[in-house]
């Protein structure tokens, strides 16, 4: 399946007006941000989408990648809800939650702890501690 933007869609990939999204990051450097945002605006968003909470304007990844859309006024940028990771990989996000007695919100590293490794690392939620 491939978007408006061309982007091949495997798991339900949206592009989103990310405008007021945050990622639970409270630092981030401003270099690698106008870096980015330098590159946005000569070739346009690269790399993974963002994975997204969108029912609390929440990205589990992409700090600086949303920063920089936000910079390089990008109106749209390409994002997966996390629900629909989870059940690309066969899992049930919603059962784990209930079980372990997880937010979505604030326990992610627990939540993405479940996804499989090369899942996490494609999607840039490896780093997420």
């Not at 061309?6 to 409270?26: K, R």
């Not at 945002?37 to 070739?43: C, E, K, P, V």
């Not at 996000?93 to 690392?121: F, G, K, T």
Request: aromatic share 4%.
């Amino acid at each position: 399946m491939e978007t408006k933007q061309g982007i091949h869609n495997p798991l339900g990939l949206e592009v989103i007006d990310a405008s007021g999204y945050a990622t639970g990051q409270l630092t981030w450097d401003d270099h690698h941000v106008a870096a980015i945002a330098d590159s946005m605006r000569r070739h346009g968003w690269q790399g993974a989408p963002l994975t997204v909470l969108p029912e609390w304007a929440l990205s589990c990844s992409g700090t600086h990648r949303l920063l920089a859309a936000e910079a390089a006024e990008l109106e749209q940028v390409p994002a997966v809800r996390l629900v629909d990771l989870f059940e690309a990989c066969g899992l049930d996000l919603e059962a784990i939650v209930d079980a372990e007695d997880l937010s979505v919100s604030m326990d992610r590293p627990e939540i993405l702890n479940h996804l499989p490794d090369d899942i996490r690392a494609a999607y840039t939620l490896d780093d997420i501690i």
